[in-house]
């Protein structure tokens, strides 16, 4: 990894008033342990249409109403796209969403030009090998799920394993990992899956999640099965109004009838987050993400509706089992214009540090690479300020999750973790949303990591102002600590990490 030395000049916000400040003000060494988060807490997906190639979430500013574009298969063996995710490990890739319902798996040495009866894309074995490999380099084990549509069923109605069994055999054949699986994705939306039986409900789920947890534990009996994968519950489909004018919820299922079906089968209890929908889908009437909120409480613990929801049903089918939020973006549809800018990063760290001392294990933010909430902007594999707020949060914040410091102001977001890498040490976060900088007394010896972006929705971000950037060997510059000895000042408006290294809290020894 290159390392840079920081101009003095940009030590200066960091370092200032150390002499009159406390060495350990915010009581860091004090800190209690919440509990821990998977070592793989923090992922990504990249959707089965990105790896088939299809109809994707349209990019903005093209004819007016177009919800999608035909988009080529996303090359999972570009060298660059794998030293980028690299830099995220260990994760885990997520390899699913809406069309991977209706993807069909040809058999070794079938050739087809169009997809089966049934099914509406086709995902060739090399593009699953590639999947594969791509996982592997990254240090990104499989999470998935398998085809449901009518090409899977039987004359009557009813699922079979064929597909699933093909999956699983070619993965097997390659040497790769399916980590974790949902039997399909959002089963509460069985609309989004083309030719299911008609009037499709919790009792024909329930039958058939039975069927799936039999084949698993039999086929990759290493598996971890989760479920069911709902989305929205909590939140955006509470409004009856969208209810009525939503086609994806005809039909809908609830995740509490699901679940009631079999309880205590799950290995971890999954979920999908979205705070709103973007304008691709505001025909909906589900509202839209607005941009003037995206710094108030309201929109940064939006979040906790839907953790409150699939938390209750947890509790209550398969109590003491881990959560999972294994689908989440700033809006769905493929998430609004500012979804690409540091003004998004507010949100994406809120939502990892408030849902890690909620104790959900797993957080798969959607997508790493494609439309307008994905970590890179494809076309140019530029990584955006979700990206680098992802990668800080990867270096910075370990698995043992801490109580929050007392904060100098509510507008000033403090979550903790034992750092990462160092015995007795502290990774802290700290998110401004606020017009006035806070100071922190974060200690003798500390780094810190100051993100700024001007305009708040640029696509660009500054850490300790200097612009990072990923060499064409993969590695990063620009994302050097600076040393901060007694008090750190986070400005207005910013996100801040901080590895105090001489934190020598117990619960991190």
């Known amino acids: 990894m290159k390392r840079f030395t920081l101009a003095a000049s940009s030590l200066l916000a960091l370092s200032a008033c150390a002499a009159t400040q406390p060495s350990d003000g915010l009581g860091l060494t004090a800190l209690e342990k919440l509990g821990t988060v998977d070592e793989r807490f923090q992922g990504y997906n990249v959707e089965m249409v990105e790896v088939t190639g299809g109809r994707f979430w ?3 500013g093209g004819p007016k109403g177009e919800v999608y574009r035909e988009r080529a298969p996303l090359d999972l063996t570009d060298p660059r796209l794998i030293a980028i995710a690299k830099h995220l490990g260990p994760a885990l890739m997520r390899v699913s969403g809406t069309w991977s319902n209706n993807t069909y798996l040809p058999a070794e040495g079938e050739n087809i030009t169009a997809p089966p009866e049934g099914y509406k894309q086709v995902l060739t074995r090399q593009q699953w090998k590639n999947v594969i490999a791509f996982s592997k380099a990254a240090d990104a084990p499989i999470v998935t799920s398998f085809a449901v549509s009518g090409g899977t069923r039987g ?12 999956v699983a055999e070619l993965t097997k054949a390659e040497g790769g990992t399916i980590y974790a699986a949902e039997f399909f994705n959002e089963p509460n939306i069985p609309a989004a899956a083309l030719g299911m039986p008609k009037g499709y409900g919790a009792k024909n789920y329930a039958a058939e999640f039975r069927t799936f947890r039999d084949w698993a534990k039999k086929t990759l009996p290493e598996m971890k099965i989760l479920g069911p ?24 299922v609830s ?3 699901m679940m009631a079906g079999n309880p205590g089968s799950l290995d971890a209890v999954s979920y999908h987050f979205y705070g709103s929908v973007s304008q691709r889908c505001a025909a909906f009437g589900m ?7 995206a710094l108030k409480p309201s929109w940064l613990d939006r979040t906790l509706l839907d953790f409150d929801f699939y938390a209750a049903l947890r509790d209550k089918f398969e109590k003491g089992k881990p959560l999972w939020n294994t689908e989440t973006a700033q809006a769905a549809c493929g998430g609004s214009p500012w979804a690409s800018t540091f003004l998004d990063s507010f949100r994406y760290l ?12 797993v957080v798969l933010h959607n997508t790493l690479a494609t439309s307008d909430y994905a970590l890179i902007e494809r076309d140019t594999m530029t990584p955006r300020p979700n990206y680098w707020a992802a990668v800080l949060w990867a270096r910075t914040m370990g698995q043992t999750v801490l109580a929050s410091p007392k904060s100098p102001a509510p507008e000033l977001r403090l979550y903790a973790h034992c750092l990462k890498g160092s015995k007795g040490g502290i990774g802290l976060l700290a998110i401004n949303t606020g017009t006035a900088a806070q100071s922190l007394a974060v200690g003798d010896k500390a780094s810190a990591w100051v993100m700024t972006g001007a305009p708040l929705d640029s696509k660009a971000v500054k850490v300790n102002g200097t612009q990072p950037s990923i060499d064409e060997e993969g590695e990063i510059d620009g994302l050097d600590g600076a040393p901060v000895k007694g008090t750190l000042s986070v400005p207005a408006t910013s996100i801040a990490f901080v590895a105090v290294t001489d934190a020598n809290n117990a619960a991190c020894n």
């Open 350 to 361: 809120n939502q990892n540090g408030i849902l890690a001392q909620k104790g959900v294990q």
């Open 229 to 252: 994968g709902g989305a929205g519950e909590g939140s955006l489909f509470t409004d009856a109004h969208a209810a009525a004018n939503n086609p994806f919820l005809v039909g809908h």
């Open 255 to 257: 995740s509490e009838s």
């Open 287 to 293: 509202g839209t993400a607005i941009k003037e909120d």
């Open 155 to 166: 004359p009557d109605g009813v699922w079979k394993t064929d597909q699933a069994q093909r």
């Open 58 to 60: 349209a990019p903005y």
